[in-house]
C-alpha cells in the first residue's frame, strides 16, 4: 500500500453525497493516479458512510460550513495544499479519461509551467456524449477571450501547482459559478505559465438541476468578474476572440449537426 506521505497530486471533490455517480468519480481518480494521487471526499458526516461506500480509497473530511462549493474546495486546500506538488478538484458527477494523466507529465517535465489544462467533453447523465466543450490551447488569451464574454471551461481538465493556489489565495467564494474561470483570469494577470495539450482530459455531466443552468446568474457573476479584474475589450481581445471562433468551429458543426441549430 502507497503510503499517503509518498502521493504529490491532492483531488478534492466537494459532495452533498446523493449523488452515486461519485463512485465513477473516484475509480477514474484512483485508475489513472493509483500511486500519485491523494483523493479528498468532503461533505456533510451524515453523508460519510455513503461517501465511503462509493469512495472507498478516498480520505472523507467533514466540511466545515455549508456554503458552496469553493469554500468547501478551499477549506480542505488550505489545509492541505502545502503537502502535494499539484492540485485540483473535480466534482461528484464529472469525471476523469486516461489522457490526464498528461498534464501531470507537463508539470513534471517543466518547472516552469504553473497550469496544465487539456480538452472536456460534456455527456448527460447516462454517460452519453453530447459534444465537444469549446477550447483554445493559448492559455495566456484566457483573460482577453473572457472579456469577449467568452465562458472559460477548464476545470475538470485542469491541473496546478500548489504554489500557485496559494500564492493566488485560492478560489473567491464571493462566486457561485466562475471562481474557476476568475482563478485562470488571475493567473494571467499575474504572468503565469499556462500550458495546454489537445487531448480530451475529462467529461462534464450536464443536469436539468444544476446550478450552472441559472443563466442570470452566470451572467451577473461574469459581468462582476470582467469589472473586479479591470479586464478592458481592445483590438488583442477581437481579435483573439475571431481566432477562439474559428479554431472551435468543428466544435460547433457538430452542434449543428446534432441540434440543428448553434447553441453556445
Not at 139 to 155: K, L
Not at 221 to 230: C, L
Amino acid at each position: 500500500m502507497i503510503h499517503k506521505s509518498e502521493k504529490d497530486i491532492l483531488v478534492v471533490t466537494p459532495t452533498l453525497g446523493k449523488r452515486k455517480t461519485l463512485k465513477k468519480t473516484a475509480e477514474t481518480i484512483n485508475q489513472i493516479f493509483p500511486k500519485r494521487a491523494h483523493h479528498i471526499v468532503t461533505g456533510p458526516m451524515s453523508a460519510k458512510k455513503l461517501i465511503l461506500q462509493l469512495a472507498p480509497h478516498a480520505e472523507f473530511v467533514r466540511e466545515k460550513r455549508h456554503e458552496g462549493v469553493y469554500a468547501a474546495v478551499n477549506d480542505v486546500l488550505r489545509d492541505r495544499a502545502s503537502e502535494y506538488k499539484y492540485l485540483t478538484y473535480l466534482n461528484d458527477d464529472d469525471f476523469w479519461l486516461p489522457s490526464y494523466s498528461g498534464l501531470a507529465n507537463i508539470l513534471d517535465h517543466n518547472t516552469n509551467i504553473d497550469i496544465a489544462y487539456g480538452r472536456t467533453i460534456c455527456t448527460d447523465e447516462n454517460g452519453k456524449t453530447l459534444s465537444p466543450i469549446a477550447h483554445f490551447p493559448i492559455g495566456a488569451a484566457f483573460s482577453n477571450i473572457a472579456v469577449c464574454g467568452i465562458p472559460i471551461f477548464t476545470q475538470q481538465s485542469s491541473l496546478i501547482r500548489s504554489s500557485l493556489y496559494t500564492e493566488l489565495l485560492g478560489f473567491d467564494e464571493s462566486y457561485k459559478l466562475v471562481a474557476d474561470t476568475d482563478f485562470f483570469i488571475r493567473a494571467n494577470i499575474a504572468k503565469k505559465r499556462i500550458k495546454s495539450i489537445q487531448s480530451y482530459c475529462s467529461c462534464f455531466c450536464k443536469q436539468e438541476a444544476q446550478l450552472s443552468n441559472n443563466s442570470e446568474l452566470m451572467i451577473f457573476e461574469y459581468q462582476n468578474m470582467i469589472s473586479k479584474n479591470n479586464l478592458h475589450c481592445g483590438f488583442k481581445s477581437h481579435l483573439l476572440h475571431a481566432c477562439f471562433r474559428i479554431y472551435n468551429l468543428p466544435n460547433y458543426l457538430i452542434r449543428l449537426l446534432k441540434t440543428r441549430k448553434l447553441k453556445y
